[in-house]
């Protein structure tokens, strides 16, 4: 096995952390903005602290059985993957989602056993939650578990796997906004909905794919760079993230928020530093670093946006 690049302290509360490795907890924490940034757009006032009390719980809970079951699915690649000598897969410090150990279950750090009662023991927390704020969320996180276990296991099948990430990303916040509304607008939920499509396809999955092309070459995946190309899925990436700025500024209209001049120019900014300019640097120097400088970026996105959103609701 390869030595890899980054220590890790193995003492202590290693044990603990080892599990929110599993969970990617520092991404799950970053994801967890899009269902407050949906939720919020769309009642234009905080909820009650019950609502926030047990919506927090349940997203918590929710994003971090899903990361831990895209683990304990894959267990077998990814302990595969390790065994043949993994690159950037387990080694690279600079990926968000290496932040802890990565893969803790394939490099036997967790038992596979630990790691699925992990995912199990949120996921039942999560639906309890969801419950207790609108049934229809679970529906709707029993529906991106499955789409997020079709996803994994598609990982050497088809690059549509992409569209499916996409659609699982897109189910905390709509779930978030049914959770503060019941009869939210369609219309909102539409574009919600796209909005996080595109914002995952080109600001998270493909990137990380195009950053992982010559481990996902040598283990035979079908992903989108390897089998359209690096300039077709620079094309796509470069689509999505138009797309994705355009979708916010509509989003923006369809809130129940009024927002001044400043706060637009707020939301623009945003795009343009966590979107744009990392896309235009990837398009242009089709260089792996800068994917994996765009999906970091590109992650931080929401939580941008949802900054600007309290300070508007603050004042």
């Not at 803790?104 to 699925?116: C, D, Q």
């Not at 796209?194 to 035979?220: A, C, K, T």
């Not at 999505?240 to 009024?258: E, F, K, R």
């Amino acid at each position: 096995m390869a030595e890899t690049s980054c220590r890790y302290d193995l003492t202590g509360f290693a044990r603990l952390k080892l599990f929110w490795a599993l969970s990617r907890t520092p991404h799950g924490l970053l994801d967890m903005c899009t269902a407050a940034l949906a939720s919020l757009l769309w009642l234009g006032h905080f909820p009650s602290f019950k609502i926030i009390g047990l919506g927090l719980i349940t997203v918590f809970s929710g994003y971090t059985a899903i990361y831990a079951l895209n683990d304990v699915v894959g267990y077998r690649s990814d302990k595969r993957k390790l065994q043949q000598g993994n690159q950037r897969g387990f080694e690279d410090c600079e990926d968000l989602d290496a932040m802890l150990v990565r893969h803790p279950m394939a490099r036997g750090l967790l038992s596979f056993k630990e790691g699925l009662l992990w995912s199990i023991a949120w996921a039942l927390l999560a639906i309890v939650g969801a419950y207790l704020l609108n049934p229809v969320c679970v529906l709707i996180f029993i529906c991106g578990s499955v789409l997020e276990t079709i996803y994994c296991l598609m990982w050497n099948i088809s690059p549509s796997r992409t569209l499916i990430s996409g659609v699982v990303k897109t189910a905390g916040p709509i779930a978030a906004v049914f959770a503060v509304d019941p009869n939210p607008s369609t219309s909102y939920l539409i574009v919600l909905f796209l909005l996080m499509f595109f914002w995952e396809i080109g600001g998270q999955n493909v990137p990380n794919d195009w950053s992982d092309i010559e481990e996902d070459h040598r283990f035979h995946a079908k992903t989108v760079p390897i089998r359209l190309g690096l300039e077709q899925a620079n094309v796509i990436i470069f689509g999505s993230i138009i797309l994705t700025i355009i979708l916010s500024g509509i989003l923006l209209v369809l809130s129940n928020v009024a927002f001044e001049l400043p706060f637009i120019l707020a939301f623009a900014f945003v795009g343009l530093y966590f979107l744009l300019l990392p896309t235009i640097k990837l398009y242009r120097s089709e260089k792996s670093s800068y994917a994996m400088i765009l999906f970091n970026k590109a992650s931080y996105y929401p939580l941008a946006l949802l900054v600007v959103v309290v300070i508007k609701l603050l004042i």
